[in-house]
């Protein structure tokens, strides 16, 4: 059977993660899951070439890691170490669906080459995480690493505000002669007098929406990682001045805190969600053009917030006489609309790709990585305390995902990071659900 290289990390900063039993101290980490954390921020500029196709390392990557997940899964069958978890069956369904529906506007070769690359970047980084994570802290160290390469690269934003160019991404390009953002490219580049950082990656969005999830993920972090960590995420998040990362941060944030404050409150979830509905309810009853009420209070910019609304009226429509298969990858929509080629938002711009049963499946892959409930202070679950909080944080990440989703597009280095937590998350899930281990010691 194929069972990835591991190697032993222990962070030099923190205590072990827990009361391991035996004795234990250091938690075993798949050497491919720490290569995963760490290439998908290396930039496109990095890529290079066969043939016509780019490739970047974590596609490349990917593509050496996807045939050992069948055999990894039949292993974990064999030992009983496997336990169902909803996205597990969701996360293949939608890959197959990204193939099947532009298959059907553009024909099947076409959807192999353009699809098949969204299709890998979607279901590997899950499968990986889902897969080869097994044990109690591994999840916990994986995210460690996830949250020093975000403030990492939140921090080298710096270089891209202070020369007011994209540093990183322009200097590896001229060595590797791929530029994959160039000066006069169709992002909006200046907050005022600063020039938004991309750091090393795609749009200052994306270093905006990855920073915000490491600033998330920083809170279930300990010592130096958590102070570095949340400096690091913030300041990226400053650099990238997107109004769709602060507000999921906001949001993020909020619940956090609620969770903390109302801990001993009974039915504070049944009250939080009423409360929500309601807000919806008068959000979409009293404004007589809900959908610009919301875009129009989500942005810095009020211009760029009905822009999106231009894009969902008349991307929209098109969706709609193609409501199953989508309208495929072409970019004649833009012409017709009188738009620029890029969609700025992930329900849309999926439904576009994929139709809707495609946006739908992706909905619930993100739901179904989070449908094993876990709480805090539920010390009945087979996690450690900083488990079981990290569970909870990665849960409220997804959800805010999927809300700011309707104004933010996800690609690239951050496609890959959100299937990537979501598999770290439904790990836990599965994990909680075991039988409660007799060595677990909470450690806080």
């Given at each position: 059977?194929?069972?990835?290289?591991?190697?032993?990390?222990?962070?030099?900063?923190?205590?072990?993660?827990?009361?391991?039993?035996?004795?234990?101290?250091?938690?075993?980490?798949?050497?491919?899951?720490?290569?995963?954390?760490?290439?998908?921020f290396?930039?496109?500029?990095?890529?290079?070439?066969?043939?016509?196709?780019?490739?970047?390392?974590?596609?490349l990557?990917?593509?050496?890691?996807?045939p050992?997940?069948?055999?990894?899964?039949?292993?974990?069958?064999?030992?009983?170490?496997?336990?169902?978890?909803w996205s597990?069956?969701?996360?293949?369904?939608?890959?197959?669906?990204?193939?099947?529906?532009?298959?059907?506007?553009?024909?099947?070769?076409?959807?192999?080459?353009s699809?098949?690359?969204a299709?890998?970047?979607?279901?590997?980084p899950y499968?990986?995480?889902?897969?080869?994570l097994?044990?109690?802290?591994?999840?916990?160290?994986?995210?460690?690493?996830?949250?020093?390469?975000?403030?990492?690269?939140?921090?080298?934003?710096?270089?891209?505000?202070?020369?007011?160019?994209?540093?990183?991404?322009?200097?590896?390009?001229?060595?590797?002669?791929?530029?994959?953002?160039?000066?006069?490219?169709?992002?909006?580049?200046m907050?005022?007098f600063?020039?938004?950082?991309?750091?090393?990656?795609?749009?200052?969005?994306l270093?905006?929406?990855?920073?915000?999830?490491?600033l998330?993920?920083?809170?279930?972090?300990?010592g130096?990682?958590?102070?570095?960590?949340?400096?690091?995420?913030?300041?990226?998040?400053?650099?990238a001045?997107?109004?769709?990362?602060?507000?999921?941060?906001?949001?993020?944030?909020?619940?956090?805190?609620?969770?903390k404050?109302?801990?001993?409150?009974?039915?504070?979830?049944?009250?939080?969600?009423?409360?929500?509905?309601?807000?919806l309810?008068?959000?979409?009853?009293?404004?007589?053009?809900?959908?610009g009420?919301?875009?129009?209070?989500?942005?810095?910019?009020?211009?760029?917030?009905?822009?999106?609304?231009?894009?969902?009226?008349?991307?929209?429509?098109?969706?709609?006489?193609?409501?199953?298969?989508?309208?495929g990858?072409?970019?004649?929509?833009?012409?017709t609309?009188?738009?620029?080629?890029?969609?700025?938002?992930v329900?849309?711009?999926?439904?576009?790709?994929?139709?809707?049963?495609?946006?739908?499946?992706?909905?619930?892959?993100?739901?179904?990585?989070?449908?094993v409930?876990?709480?805090?202070?539920?010390?009945?679950?087979?996690?450690?305390?900083?488990?079981?909080?990290?569970?909870?944080t990665?849960?409220?990440?997804?959800?805010?995902?999927?809300?700011?989703?309707?104004?933010?597009?996800?690609?690239?280095t951050?496609?890959?990071?959100?299937?990537?937590?979501?598999g770290?998350?439904?790990?836990?899930g599965?994990?909680?659900?075991?039988p409660?281990?007799?060595?677990?010691?909470?450690?806080?």
């Amino acid at each position: 059977m194929v069972e990835a290289p591991s190697s032993e990390f222990r962070s030099p900063v923190e205590e072990p993660l827990d009361s391991a039993p035996h004795g234990a101290t250091s938690v075993r980490l798949p050497f491919v899951l720490i290569l995963i954390a760490v290439t998908m921020f290396i930039p496109e500029e990095a890529s290079f070439f066969f043939g016509e196709r780019r490739m970047t390392v974590v596609r490349l990557l990917f593509l050496l890691i996807a045939p050992a997940l069948p055999f990894r899964f039949i292993q974990l069958l064999i030992q009983g170490k496997y336990r169902f978890i909803w996205s597990d069956a969701l996360v293949p369904l939608t890959g197959l669906w990204m193939l099947i529906a532009p298959s059907v506007i553009d024909g099947f070769d076409h959807s192999v080459v353009s699809s098949g690359v969204a299709a890998l970047e979607f279901c590997v980084p899950y499968l990986a995480a889902r897969l080869f994570l097994s044990e109690r802290g591994q999840a916990v160290a994986l995210v460690r690493i996830l949250c020093i390469a975000i403030a990492t690269v939140g921090i080298l934003g710096i270089l891209d505000t202070v020369s007011r160019r994209a540093f990183l991404k322009e200097t590896i390009g001229k060595i590797t002669g791929y530029v994959g953002i160039a000066e006069g490219d169709d992002y909006d580049n200046m907050r005022g007098f600063l020039f938004r950082a991309l750091s090393t990656l795609e749009h200052p969005i994306l270093l905006g929406t990855a920073c915000f999830y490491g600033l998330l993920m920083a809170t279930t972090m300990r010592g130096m990682t958590r102070l570095y960590a949340i400096g690091g995420s913030a300041l990226g998040m400053v650099l990238a001045a997107s109004s769709a990362p602060i507000l999921g941060a906001s949001i993020g944030f909020g619940v956090v805190i609620y969770e903390k404050i109302t801990r001993n409150v009974p039915f504070r979830w049944t009250a939080a969600t009423i409360a929500a509905l309601i807000a919806l309810t008068l959000i979409v009853t009293i404004p007589s053009d809900p959908m610009g009420f919301l875009i129009g209070h989500l942005t810095f910019d009020a211009q760029t917030g009905w822009y999106r609304l231009l894009q969902w009226d008349c991307a929209g429509a098109l969706v709609k006489a193609s409501p199953i298969f989508g309208i495929g990858d072409s970019d004649e929509w833009a012409a017709t609309c009188g738009l620029a080629k890029t969609i700025d938002s992930v329900w849309l711009r999926t439904s576009m790709l994929y139709g809707i049963p495609g946006s739908v499946l992706i909905f619930l892959c993100y739901v179904g990585a989070s449908s094993v409930p876990v709480g805090i202070e539920d010390t009945d679950l087979n996690l450690t305390r900083q488990e079981r909080r990290l569970s909870f944080t990665l849960s409220v990440l997804l959800g805010v995902a999927i809300f700011i989703g309707f104004t933010v597009f996800y690609w690239g280095t951050v496609y890959v990071l959100t299937m990537f937590l979501a598999g770290i998350r439904a790990h836990l899930g599965a994990l909680a659900a075991e039988p409660r281990d007799p060595w677990i010691e909470d450690d806080e």
